[in-house]
């Protein structure tokens, strides 16, 4: 699989990159049927959330996605998906650990989120609650590595 390109996490006013996918708990939950469009091989599932943990909970508070219609592809928003919550939903669906790479690049694996980078902050979370947050250094990259989580290019697919 194609390096995918990652949510994105406002924390402590810092923006990371959120390597998982915390909407795709809510979408098998509820079992919504959005047919959302893949626009590139980095974007398998058709949107790019943008999260946040505000007093100690975790928010959805940004989307931005692609959807199949009749008549082609639509973007569509937050609104789309939470109508009655379009500035930001809760994300009560999620129970798990979220990871954020931090620093330089140690080692670049094309494939889902599995490259590696300085450090890990891991945020563990209980049904939209922030229980703990932690650090795993897992090395020290060269001076004029990469920073961050990024993807350099997607192959994008026609449109007809």
């Not at 928010?59 to 500035?87: H, N, Q």
């Not at 049904?127 to 994008?156: F, W």
Request: charged share 25%.
């Amino acid at each position: 699989m194609t390096a995918q390109i990652a949510e994105k996490m406002i924390y402590k006013g810092e923006e990371l990159s959120l390597c998982d996918e915390p909407l795709h708990y809510y979408m098998e939950t509820i079992g919504k049927d959005l047919k959302l469009q893949a626009p590139s091989t980095a974007l398998w599932r058709g949107y790019v959330g943008t999260w946040t943990i505000e007093d100690g909970r975790l928010y959805l508070v940004k989307l931005k996605g692609f959807k199949e219609t009749a008549s082609g592809t639509k973007e569509i928003e937050l609104g789309e998906i939470f109508p009655d919550y379009p500035d930001g939903v809760l994300a009560h669906w999620y129970t798990g650990e979220l990871r954020c790479p931090m620093g330089g690049l140690l080692e670049y694996i094309h494939g889902g989120y599995e490259s590696r980078y300085e450090m890990d902050l891991f945020l563990k979370i209980d049904k939209g609650v922030l229980l703990s947050e932690r650090i795993v250094t897992n090395g020290h990259a060269e001076p004029n590595a990469p920073q961050g989580y990024r993807i350099g290019a997607m192959t994008t697919f026609g449109r007809k």
